[in-house]
Every structure is written in C-alpha cells, then in structure tokens.
C-alpha cells in the first residue's frame, strides 16, 4: 500500500511539474520582447541616419497556437512609435486559415515607406510540419496586399527628401542569388538593405554586395534548455547562429527571434521579439551587440 501511494504522489508530481512547465512555456510564447534601438550600419550615408525600420518575422498565422495574440500586442506597440519602414522576413502565413486576421493587423502599420515582405519556406509550402495548412499558396497571393519582393528591388527615397534607399528582397528559393546578376535596379546613389527569410552564412555573395541585411526562419531556436555547456538550441538547422546581430567584413546581419512559433505553441528562454531599428552610420570603436549561437 506504500509503494502504491509513494507511485501515485511520483505521478502526480510528474504530472503537476509538466503542467506548470507546458504553462510557463505558453506564457513566455505571449512575453514578446518589444524594443527600440540604435544599430550601427557601416556606410550609411548620413542623410540616412535615424532611420527607423520593424522588423517582424515568422509570424506563422495558421498555426494552431496563441500566435495572432502575439502579433496584435507588436501592432499596437508599434502604432504609437510610427517607424519609417517595415520588413517582414518570411513565414507570415502558413495557409488560409488565419491569414486574413494577420493582414488585417498588419494594415493597421501605416509607415511612410512601406511595408516590405519576402516569402519564406512556409510560404511556399516547404514546411515539414505536418500541421501546415495546404492552402499556403492562396495565403501567399493574399500577402500581396504587403509589397512581396523575390529577387527585386524598391527604390525608395529616404525620410525629409534624403538619400535614395534601395530595398531589395531575396526569394526563398533561388536563396536571392537572382539579386546578384546585375538585374536589381539599385543606382550608385542608393543605399542597399537586403531582407531575406533563411540567414546567409559568411561565404554568402550577398554579405558582400548588402551592407545591411535583415533574417529570420531561427525563431533563436525557441525551445532552449540549459546545459553546462550553456544554453542548447533545440531547433537549430546548420546555421552558425540563431539570433541578434552579426558583422561580417563590411555588413551587418540582423537575426530575428520571430513573433510566432511553429510545431508547437511554446518557448523557453527564448523570448518572441518585434524590434524597431534606428540606423546609424557605424563608427570606429563601436561595441557590436552579438547574438546567441
């Protein structure tokens, strides 16, 4: 009888520790680090400096999940500060379901130079969650109410009639090497900010040709568990890192933790994210702010 008893208080234990743990998770999922600051860009014309770009990323609509919540708490944050550009760097939409609540939030941003997109993996259906909605094609179409870029270029002209800047998008499938043949219409007078969904690595032609570029597809691994080797990403991909900011030569790499979560509707230590960037040109001696691996 107290071997019974001893079993059944294990369980219940067991049981409570997994609830509690599944409960902090969902809630860290909704605990959306909202933040302004300062990034050093080298090369940015000075007309350019004070610029203020969202970046929002992996939003995932479609999943079965609190992901919507999150992304309406990054839409009214972001109202009230008004940023001059918004880039979305892939897997907004998984399929039909949801996409629609997803537009509608994002219409809501009204940033003078527009709202920019590029598709990621989810996006064209290249998902391996079995979940995934099969209707990502029609979602992708209804994005297009957000300016979608695939291997192409925006020139925009810069806040108070400053310098040009050339916004250019990388397509999920060619990896944006489309962008590289000399078609993209970017001008000697124009400054180049590259978004692409999966984040090139340093042997990458694009870190050579865009002084800034702007990631996703990571979510910073999501699920992160301690281990005396410091902190393990349980999603990783062969990818040197999963989050922050990263200089290589002579450009600078802006990795997003995402709004959303995919597979499943948790994170742990890993905090979702919506960050507004303000440029400025990079001086010697700055101190770059790295990400996790």
Known sequence: ?????????????????????????????????????????????EGLTGLSVLHISDVHAAQPSLNLVALAKVVRWAEARRPDLVVLTGDIVDGGLGSDTCLRQLSRLRPPLGIFAVPGNHEYGLSKNPLRNARADRARDALGRVRFLRDECVLLRGPKEGPMLAVCGADYITRGYGLLNGSAPITADAFPLLITHRPPTGDDPLLENFPLVFAGHTHGGQIRMPTPWGMVALHREALP????????????????????????????FCRPEAVIHRLRPAESGDVLRRGRQ
């Open 1 to 45: 009888m107290a071997v019974r008893s001893a079993v059944k208080r294990s369980a219940g234990a067991a049981v409570a520790t997994g609830a509690l743990a599944a409960a902090y998770m969902l809630f860290e999922s909704q605990w959306v680090d909202l933040r302004e600051e300062d990034l050093a860009v080298p090369g940015l014309p």
């Open 241 to 268: 890192f999963t989050e922050g900011i990263h200089r290589f030569n002579r450009s600078v790499l802006v990795i997003s933790r995402g709004v959303g979560c995919t597979f499943l509707p948790f994170r742990l």
